[in-house]
Protein backbone atom coordinates (compact mmCIF):
# COMPACT_ATOMS: atom_id res chain seq x y z
CA UNK A 1 0.00 0.00 0.00
CA UNK A 2 0.93 3.24 -0.42
CA UNK A 3 -0.19 6.88 0.72
CA UNK A 4 0.03 9.71 -1.98
CA UNK A 5 -0.50 13.36 -1.82
CA UNK A 6 -2.72 14.92 -4.05
CA UNK A 7 -1.84 14.17 -7.51
CA UNK A 8 1.06 11.73 -7.33
CA UNK A 9 1.73 8.63 -5.27
CA UNK A 10 5.55 6.67 -5.05
CA UNK A 11 5.21 3.29 -5.95
CA UNK A 12 7.91 0.72 -6.07
CA UNK A 13 7.28 -2.62 -6.93
CA UNK A 14 9.32 -4.16 -3.53
CA UNK A 15 6.53 -2.53 -1.65
CA UNK A 16 3.69 -3.95 -3.88
CA UNK A 17 4.86 -7.48 -3.76
CA UNK A 18 5.78 -7.60 -0.62
CA UNK A 19 2.49 -9.35 0.84
CA UNK A 20 2.16 -11.14 -2.43
CA UNK A 21 5.49 -13.27 -1.75
CA UNK A 22 4.78 -13.74 2.01
CA UNK A 23 1.58 -15.20 0.98
CA UNK A 24 3.10 -17.36 -1.91
CA UNK A 25 0.51 -15.77 -4.22
CA UNK A 26 0.72 -16.73 -8.08
CA UNK A 27 -1.41 -13.38 -9.30
CA UNK A 28 -2.50 -9.77 -8.22
CA UNK A 29 -4.57 -7.41 -9.07
CA UNK A 30 -3.64 -4.00 -8.15
CA UNK A 31 -5.77 -0.75 -7.54
CA UNK A 32 -5.80 2.82 -6.92
CA UNK A 33 -8.24 5.79 -6.40
CA UNK A 34 -8.15 9.12 -8.49
CA UNK A 35 -9.61 11.90 -6.25
CA UNK A 36 -10.06 13.81 -9.19
CA UNK A 37 -12.93 11.26 -10.74
CA UNK A 38 -11.27 11.05 -13.84
CA UNK A 39 -10.96 7.13 -14.07
CA UNK A 40 -8.53 7.84 -17.62
CA UNK A 41 -4.93 6.48 -17.04
CA UNK A 42 -2.03 8.99 -16.40
CA UNK A 43 1.31 8.54 -18.25
CA UNK A 44 2.53 7.56 -15.05
CA UNK A 45 -0.03 5.16 -14.40
CA UNK A 46 0.97 3.32 -17.38
CA UNK A 47 4.48 3.44 -16.89
CA UNK A 48 4.12 2.19 -13.43
CA UNK A 49 1.79 -0.88 -14.39
CA UNK A 50 4.42 -1.51 -16.92
CA UNK A 51 7.08 -1.84 -14.07
CA UNK A 52 5.08 -3.80 -12.09
CA UNK A 53 3.78 -6.60 -14.24
CA UNK A 54 7.83 -6.90 -15.33
CA UNK A 55 8.52 -7.29 -11.87
CA UNK A 56 5.82 -9.44 -11.00
CA UNK A 57 7.33 -11.56 -13.88
CA UNK A 58 10.82 -11.31 -12.35
CA UNK A 59 9.18 -12.70 -8.70
CA UNK A 60 6.62 -15.24 -10.49
CA UNK A 61 3.58 -13.51 -9.53
CA UNK A 62 1.34 -12.65 -12.98
CA UNK A 63 -0.24 -8.83 -12.54
CA UNK A 64 -3.50 -9.45 -13.38
CA UNK A 65 -4.87 -6.46 -13.60
CA UNK A 66 -4.76 -2.44 -12.33
CA UNK A 67 -7.89 -0.68 -11.75
CA UNK A 68 -8.35 2.95 -11.12
CA UNK A 69 -11.29 3.57 -8.85
CA UNK A 70 -13.26 7.20 -9.05
CA UNK A 71 -16.73 8.08 -7.45
CA UNK A 72 -17.83 7.32 -10.75
CA UNK A 73 -16.67 4.60 -11.92
CA UNK A 74 -13.27 2.85 -12.71
CA UNK A 75 -11.15 1.64 -15.09
CA UNK A 76 -9.63 -1.72 -15.62
CA UNK A 77 -6.01 -1.50 -17.46
CA UNK A 78 -6.60 -5.28 -19.00
CA UNK A 79 -10.27 -4.47 -20.49
CA UNK A 80 -8.51 -1.53 -22.05
CA UNK A 81 -5.76 -3.92 -23.16
CA UNK A 82 -3.12 -1.11 -21.19
CA UNK A 83 -1.25 -4.12 -20.45
Do not use: C, W, Y
Amino acid sequence: MSLGILNSSIVHPREVFTRAVGERSAQVIIAHNHPSGDPHPSEDDITVTKRLAKAGEILGIELLDHIIVTQSGFTSFREKSLM
